[in-house]
């Protein structure tokens, strides 16, 4: 089964303007965690924001913010005010358990900011 | 402080050949991970160690294996590969925080291998 779901395999944005990529996920587990990453053209994965189950609040990182909707199981990311060099693929994945480092990885979105 | 290093980053091998990765975790991290990522299947999970322990494992053949050391650097080697293992190869450091309950995950820059 999808252990994690992201339904835009691509999307636009005007710069200066805010999107949000979706990302649903499927766990039975009661402790998880949520990751975005950014890969840009060069390949490497660069960590954006992590969200654990158990917090209440929606976990933010400068430009980015994580909207956590617990009982619908997503955990879209939100980037205010899109920059050019925002450009890139898009990950969403999951790890369940505290020591479990099987993570799962969505399929991906790729981003294109227009100036 | 440093980032997670990679070595090497590119690599082109024959089908039949062995190879050998390297990674080099953040200091204090002593969990490294490695992932294969494809076009075709994107990121899978090859295994993990903490410790010098093989902790988790995904869906590979036994012809991927890796090793981690007391430094916490950790290798992962591919013996007679083929044509599909063509692929970008990831290694993460991670760490628990367990005072705050969050958690670390950082990604090297990957190592290229292209297998003809």
């Known amino acids: 089964a999808q252990k994690i779901t992201q339904t835009q395999p691509g999307m636009f944005v005007q710069e200066k303007e805010a999107v949000t990529l979706d990302c649903t996920y499927d766990?039975?587990?009661?402790?998880?965690?949520l990751f975005w990453y950014k890969q840009p053209s060069s390949g490497e994965m660069i960590f954006l924001i992590y969200q654990g189950s158990y917090d209440e609040q929606n976990a933010t990182e400068g430009r980015y913010s994580l909207n956590f909707q617990k009982a619908r199981k997503s955990a879209n990311l939100v980037i205010s005010a899109s920059q050019l060099g925002d450009s890139a693929m898009y990950f969403c994945a999951m790890r369940e358990g505290v020591y479990n480092n099987d993570m799962r990885f969505g399929a991906g979105t790729r981003l294109t900011v227009k100036p | 402080k440093a980032g997670v290093t990679q070595t090497p980053r590119y690599l082109i091998k024959t089908r039949g050949q062995q190879v050998t990765l390297s990674c080099s975790p953040i200091s204090g991290h002593r969990s490294v991970s490695w992932y294969q990522q494809t076009p075709g299947q994107g990121l899978q999970f090859l295994f993990e160690y903490f410790s010098e322990t093989q902790r988790n494992k995904g869906n590979f053949p036994g012809r991927f294996s890796g090793r981690q050391f007391s430094n916490s650097r950790s290798e992962m080697n591919v013996s007679t590969l083929e044509l599909g293992d063509s692929a970008l190869y990831l290694c993460?450091?991670?760490?628990?925080?367990?005072?705050?309950?969050?958690?670390?995950?950082?990604f090297g820059p990957g190592t290229r291998l292209t297998v003809t």
């Open positions: 766990t039975s587990d009661q402790s998880y965690g």
């Open positions: 993460a450091s991670s760490r628990h925080n367990e005072a705050s309950g969050s958690y670390e995950q950082y």
